[in-house]
């Protein structure tokens, strides 16, 4: 069982920082943000279970779900029978239907739209070649400003 306060703290800590990165915008591997939060869920999700991991608050499962034309990530703390006990869906927000990002027990409520499983892997097992650039410059500035 993990720690779920500290994983929501770590969580909006994250989000809060990205939410900031558009309007200093450096690094050109970063311009994906400055429509943030559409199209930054894959990059927001390994960012985030990339701290959760390594400030000791576990392996999350990072969740790939499609709705036939496109595709969302989130994360999901689980338990032993794959039930889904914690939900960390800092882009939920680009999606008229959920107002803010899902830092909360249960499932996030974009679930409900994207149902059709893509991929479900734990952090540390997804492929090395899943980070893309994008990924990897925006965990480098999560850990420039939050470690």
Known sequence: MTDFEA???VAWQVYRLVRSVPGRLSDPRLIFLR???????????????????GRG???WWVIV???GTRWHVWLEWRASDG????SV??????FSETPEPFVGLGQTPTARRFKEPVSATRFSQLAK???RDAE???LHHVREHLT
């Open 83 to 86: 039930s889904t006990l914690f």
């Open 35 to 53: 429509d943030f939060p559409i199209g930054s869920c894959d990059a927001l999700a390994y960012a985030t279970a990339a701290m959760l991991l």
């Open 129 to 131: 070649s899943w980070p």
């Open 89 to 94: 869906d800092a882009t939920a927000h680009q």
């Open 57 to 59: 608050l576990g392996d």
């Open 136 to 138: 990897l410059a925006l």
């Open 7 to 9: 994983a929501a703290d």
């Open 65 to 67: 779900q499609g709705d």
